[in-house]
Structures are given as structure tokens and as C-alpha cells.
């Protein structure tokens, strides 16, 4: 599993736990406020019902008789109405079920009863009035203890009600509280086990691995990232020791080839200041083999300067245009010219094949091509050098009976300090000149390819753009035609 799925996960459960929260606690404060609602509801009942007790009590205390009517009893009379009136119209606002209703239908009733008989006992004796009202007082007070009671009654339902949301929301709370806690937990205990141990191994490795010992690779585990970053750096820790086996390789092949051109001139040099008669043809032979060995050793300083140079980017070409026919020229002289024993033939077409070029650099391709075809074939073996024109390019081949190279071994010749085993055997050398020659061909917007069979000899094949002139020739004038692919080869 992914670090990033895994995080993802935990993320959205931890969403969908606080969004079951939070409508848990929404739902919750609702149905709390409409607890509490009818809680009050019910006290406002209470408080009716018992101020309507009231108003009858005082009612009760008024005199019936209208005889001596005074001022203020006549106030108090009507202004106690008015207040029942009120409080019963209050009452029937606040009432909220059918049997609330009822109750407050039946109060009305004995109520209204109460005031009718009060009515009709004006100028009657008290104990006529007592005897009369008594019954319809008590049963007018009992009527509104029912309601108080129902009220008490309605009250204490809200409150268990209350009591019992109170209960869920400690469960819902405890619940979720639990939840993220072990959620937490778990996601802390998973990232220990399968992120920061991997990580910290990783590290481990790094450090091992920075500290000296090659050796050292990351466990590829946990998480797919991780998995991926130490994969990384086993990959970059397999790079980097290859890279230093190829430079322990190629420092023990530079300082092998260093030795034995530096040992031919050593004993060339005491032949020379031995004080011995030395012949004029020995010294002549003794001079020749220091020129050969000194150009050996400037090839090799080269190739090395050349290198260096492409590692770290700092490869320029100087352009200048060039018939590439001059350049093979020059370098198939200078062999011819150093006795190779070999058969060298050049091939040229007998148009001019010209291009925008470092021209330095392209006798190096070519130097380096003509003296891996004498150094990989046996003397007096044929290696030919063609130029020719191929559409908008010029094409160099180098072609030698050598002893080729194996399908293998050619997916690597151009990689430097490869070296076949068979060239091993047969010359010197160090593994930079194809590298370099590669470079040069691709700097100048071209390409290289190999055909070889192992045993029968190879052909190097050059591939440079022709110059913008060359490729694109002014409109031929009557009568005369373009250089073109049918160019012949000498
Ligand atoms: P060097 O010749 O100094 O070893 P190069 O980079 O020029 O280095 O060549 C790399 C390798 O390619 C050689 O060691 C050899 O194995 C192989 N090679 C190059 N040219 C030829 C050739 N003409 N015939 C056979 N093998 C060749």
C-alpha cells in the first residue's frame, strides 16, 4: 500500500467521524432546545393554572351583595375577571396537547358555572351564598389542580427526555473521543512500524553508504514511496560503485598503458647516451620508434583531456567549412606515411562533399576509426576509408578484416573504458576513443553505427549534415548538373 493511500484513508475517516459528530450534536441541540421548550411550556402552565386558583380565591373573598356596592368592590370584581379572562386565554396559548385542551375546556366550564351561580346570588343570606358556592369553588380548584398536575407531570416527561439525550450525547461523545484516540493510535503505531522504521533505515544505509562501506543497500519495504526511494538509491549506489570500478579499471589501464610506451623511450634514451657506437640505421629505426611512441602517448593525453572535458561540459567546436575529402585524406597520408603494414586504400567521390565542421575534431573521429581497424586487424590485411555523399549527409566509413566484435559486446562499445576481450589480448588500450569519437559525431548534429561479425572484421560508419550549401545548392544553370547522390567512388 502507498504512504499516500494510506494517508488519504485515515484523512477521510477522521472527515467522516467529524461529520457524524458534528450532525450528531446538531440533532442533539435540537431536540435538547425543544426539551427545554416544552419544559418551560409546562412551568408557564403551572404558573397559569395556580394564578388562575389565585384569582378564584380572591373572587371567593368579595362580597356577593350588590347592596352597599362600593367603588372598590366594584373594581376588584371586574378587574379580577378580566385577570381570569387573561390568564385563561394565556393558558389556552400555551397549551399544546389535546388533553392540556380538554382540561382547560372543563376549567373554563366550572369557571363560568362559578360566576353564573355568583350572579345569581346577590341579596341572599351567607350561609345561602357559602352553601351555593362552596361546591362550585371546590370543584372549580380541583379542576385546576388536575391541570397543575398535568403541567408537574409534562415537566418531569421533559426532563427524563432531557436526562436521556444527555445520556446519548456522553455515549455519542465517549464514542467518537474513543474512536480518534485509537484511530490516532493505530495510524501512529502503523507510521512507526512501516514508515519511520523503513526511513530510518534508508538514512542508516545513506550514512553507511556515505561513510565508506560500498556494500551497503536500503531495504526496499513499507510503503510504495519508500519502497521507491530506497530503490532509488540502491540504484544510484549500484551506479556510483560501477563508476568506481570503471575508474579503478581505467586508472589500472592508463597507468598499464602509460608503462609501455615510457619503457620503449627509456631504453631508446640509453641506447642513445649508452657512448656506444650506435649505426646510423639503428638510431634512424631508434628515432622512429620515439616519434611512434611519443604520438601514441599525445593520443592517449588527448583522449584523456577530451574526456575530461565532456564529463564536466566543456566541449566547444570551432565551425569552419570543410571538404570532407581533404580531411580523410590528410589522415590516410599520415598512416601511409608512419609504415603501416597494413593495405590502406582511400575511397573519395569526385565531387566535392563539404561541411560546416571542427575540422580538427573530424580528423580525430577519423584517426581514432583508422587506428582501431590497424590496431584490431592483422598487417597487411586490407582497412579501406570511404567518403561519400548520401542525400543531405556525408558518410565516412571505416572498414577493416579484422577481429569484429561480438553482438554483446557492440551494445556497450561506446560507453567509456569498455574494452572487448579479444582487443584486450591483441593491443593496448584504454576505452575512451570510441566514447570521445561518439561525442564528437553527435556535437556536430551527426551519428555513428558499427556492422560486425566477430572473426571477419568490422565497418565504422560516420553519418555529418552536409554544409547548408552543399545540402541546398543554388538552382542549377542549364546544362550543368548538381553534385548528387550518384557520386562515384575512386
Ligand atoms: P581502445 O581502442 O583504446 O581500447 P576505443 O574506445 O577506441 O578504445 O575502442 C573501444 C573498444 O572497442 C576497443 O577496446 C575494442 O574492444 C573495440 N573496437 C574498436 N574498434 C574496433 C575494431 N575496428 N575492431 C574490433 N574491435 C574494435
Known amino acids: 500500500m502507498s504512504l499516500k493511500g494510506v494517508i488519504t484513508m485515515a484523512v477521510s475517516l477522521l472527515g ?107 341579596n341572599q343570606p351567607t350561609e345561602e351564598v357559602s352553601r351555593v358556592m362552596g361546591p362550585r369553588m371546590e370543584s372549580a380548584l380541583s379542576v385546576l389542580d388536575r391541570l397543575v398536575e398535568f403541567n408537574v407531570q409534562e415537566a418531569r416527561a421533559a426532563r427524563a427526555q432531557a436526562d436521556r439525550w444527555d445520556g446519548i450525547a456522553d455515549v455519542i461523545g465517549i464514542g467518537v473521543a474513543s474512536l480518534l484516540v485509537l484511530g490516532g493510535a493505530g495510524l501512529l503505531l502503523w507510521m512507526r512500524r512501516f514508515v519511520f522504521r523503513p526511513l530510518l533505515d534508508i538514512s542508516q544505509a545513506m550514512r553507511r553508504f556515505g561513510s565508506g562501506r560500498k556494500r551497503t543497500r536500503a531495504p526496499e519495504e513499507g510503503p510504495a514511496e519508500l519502497r521507491e526511494m530506497a530503490h532509488t538509491f540502491n540504484e544510484m549506489a549500484n551506479s556510483l560503485s560501477r563508476q568506481q570500478d570503471q575508474q579503478l579499471t581505467f586508472l589500472a589501464g592508463v597507468a598499464h598503458d602509460l608503462r609501455n610506451p615510457l619503457s620503449a623511450l627509456k631504453m631508446s634514451a640509453a641506447l642513445v647516451t649508452s657512448g656506444r657506437p650506435v649505426t646510423e640505421e639503428r638510431m634512424r629505426k631508434t628515432m622512429a620508434l620515439v616519434r611512434r611512441q611519443v604520438a601514441r602517448l599525445d593520443r592517449m593525453v588527448g583522449d584523456l583531456l577530451d574526456a575530461t572535458r565532456i564529463e564536466a561540459g566543456r566541449f566547444e567546436l570551432s565551425l569552419e567549412e570543410r571538404d570532407a575529402r581533404e580531411l580523410a585524406t590528410e589522415v590516410v597520408e599520415l598512416y601511409q606515411a608512419g609504415g603501416s603494414s597494413h593495405d590502406l586504400r582511400l575511397l573519395l567521390p569526385e565531387e566535392p562533399v563539404l561541411l560546416s565542421c571542427d575540422s580538427t575534431r573530424v580528423e580525430q573521429v577519423l584517426h581514432n576509426l583508422v587506428s582501431n581497424a590497424l590496431k584490431y586487424s592483422p598487417g597487411g590485411s586490407v582497412v579501406e576509408v570511404r567518403v561519400e555523399r548520401a542525400g543531405d549527409e556525408a558518410l565516412l566509413s571505416v572498414v577493416d578484416r579484422g577481429i569484429g566484435i561480438s553482438a554483446e559486446e557492440m551494445r556497450h562499445l561506446f560507453a567509456p573504458f569498455r574494452r572487448t576481450g579479444r582487443a584486450r589480448e591483441t593491443a593496448p588500450g584504454v576505452g575512451l576513443g570510441l566514447s570521445v569519437t561518439r561525442r564528437i559525431v553527435e556535437a556536430h548534429g551527426g551519428r555513428i553505427e558499427v556492422d560486425s561479425r566477430p572473426g571477419k572484421g568490422s565497418t565504422f560508419r560516420v553519418r555529418l549534415p552536409l554544409s547548408r550549401a552543399a545540402a541546398h545548392p543554388p538552382e542549377a544553370r542549364p546544362g550543368e548538373s548538381a553534385a548528387g547522390p550518384a557520386d562515384s567512388v575512386h
Open 16 to 122: 467522516v467521524l467529524a461529520l457524524a459528530a458534528a450532525a450528531s450534536l446538531i440533532t442533539l441541540t435540537t431536540y435538547l432546545h425543544r426539551t427545554t421548550e416544552s419544559m418551560g411550556e409546562a412551568v408557564e402552565g403551572v404558573r397559569l393554572a395556580e394564578a388562575l386558583q389565585v384569582d378564584l380565591l380572591s373572587l371567593a373573598r368579595l362580597p356577593v351583595s350588590s347592596q352597599q356596592p362600593s367603588a372598590d368592590n366594584g373594581r376588584s370584581l371586574a378587574s379580577t375577571q378580566a385577570a381570569v379572562q387573561l390568564h385563561l386565554s394565556e393558558a389556552r396559548r400555551n397549551a399544546r396537547t389535546e388533553q392540556e385542551r380538554a382540561l382547560l375546556d372543563e376549567v373554563e366550564r366550572s369557571i363560568s358555572d362559578f360566576f353564573l351561580a355568583r350572579e345569581g346570588l346577590e
